[in-house]
């Protein structure tokens, strides 16, 4: 697409760059210096601008605040050795973040808006990407709600906005997670597809109590009987049995993940089998005891790939196996830096360099 639209740009006078310390970054807490914003009102998206980064004021009646109509997407820009930025597959986030919008009553964000302005915007804070190994800019894109009315009802005015922040290597520790058998993220027929604010805020209760245990995070089943695997925390989640990728099959109650999605292509491309489909409870824990099961790990845009070294169940910690150099976890990480950074090909054309 051309770079038709033209965003009329407020740049800061005061970059916060030189501050920026890429060694000791704390993920989501340190922003980059501009943001993208656009507002909706009497039915169309109007008024879309670069500023600097910086608080937005709201009514004290914002329906956001008080029913929840907020919806987000995340997606990461990669810096390749040549110095381009390379963004992962930001269609398919833009797809989603209609779906989420549509679940919500909130209106769909244009293709060009929504593309444009994360490539202009990731163009003027170009500086921001980091380009050490294992490094990207993670690219916050999200909406609400602006009508100050406390009225229960679709909301008439919304913001758009893309922020976005550094982050550095994550060496993520090997994840503890539990079978959530009381709580529940989602229900089928709900929103648990949708990237809603909401789905994060009631996870957070049962989530603490996990981590009060000695837990990083749950692995959610289903609500109605709690034997099905659904996702771990605010990841997809997926097994290696007997050789075989192993994964929830998606339904209304859970997020189709872009990393899943990526994940399950490459196995294929692999030649590798992949079956979408129920995963039990019992059927994990009979696989550890009998040693088929070889790996288990989370999937999500944050870390890409999070490997599950314990699992807690009814009382018990089940300890997996460590992972080697030829795990697919690993490998599947390998291969997928290696196309976001340019350096194996990009067969399915996941990737926008701007
Ligand atoms: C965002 C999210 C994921 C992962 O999706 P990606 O597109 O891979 O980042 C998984 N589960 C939940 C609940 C999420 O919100």
Not at 172 to 198: D, I, M, Q, T, W
Not at 319 to 335: G, I, W, Y
Request: glycine share 8%.
């Amino acid at each position: 697409m051309l770079d038709t639209l033209a965003i009329p740009t407020q740049t800061t006078s005061a970059s916060r760059l030189s501050q920026l310390d890429l060694a000791n970054l704390e993920f989501g807490k340190h922003f980059s210096d501009h943001m993208f914003v656009v507002d909706y009102q009497d039915g169309e998206w109007q008024n879309p601008q670069i500023l600097p980064y910086g608080d937005f004021t709201v009514s004290p009646a914002n329906s956001a605040l008080h029913y929840g109509q907020a919806i987000f997407e995340g997606l990461k820009a990669y810096k390749n050795e040549q110095g381009a930025i390379t963004i992962f597959r930001p269609y398919d986030n833009l797809a989603r973040m209609n779906t989420s919008a549509e679940r919500m009553c909130m209106p769909a964000i244009p293709e060009e808006l929504f593309i444009q302005g994360l490539k202009q915007l990731v163009r003027l804070d170009a500086e921001w990407v980091p380009s050490a190994p294992n490094t990207a800019l993670y690219i916050r894109p999200f909406m609400f709600a602006t009508d100050g009315m406390l009225g229960v009802r679709p909301s008439e005015t919304y913001r758009f906005a893309i922020i976005t922040c550094p982050v550095g290597a994550f060496f993520g520790k090997p994840l503890r997670v539990r079978f959530e058998e009381k709580y529940v993220r989602s229900a089928e027929g709900g929103a648990g597809f949708a990237k809603n604010a909401g789905n994060y805020g009631a996870a957070l209760y049962p989530t603490k109590l996990a981590q009060d245990a000695g837990y990083h995070q749950l692995l959610w089943t289903d609500a109605s009987q709690h034997r099905f695997i659904e996702e771990s925390g605010t990841m997809n989640v997926a097994f290696i049995i007997n050789g075989t990728l192993v994964t929830p099959a998606l339904s209304t109650s859970i997020l189709d993940g872009i990393t899943r999605r990526s994940v399950l292509q490459i196995a294929r491309d692999w030649g590798m089998p992949v079956e979408e489909r129920k995963v039990a409870a019992t059927e994990v824990m009979e696989a550890i005891q009998n040693g088929t099961l070889t790996e288990a790990f989370g999937i999500g845009t944050a870390v890409t790939i999070a490997p599950i070294t314990v699992i807690g169940y009814q009382g018990q910690d089940y300890l997996l196996p460590e992972l080697t150099s030829d795990s697919f976890a690993r490998r599947v990480l390998q291969a997928l830096d290696d196309i976001r950074t340019g350096v194996a090909p990009d067969t399915h054309n996941w990737i926008v360099t701007i």
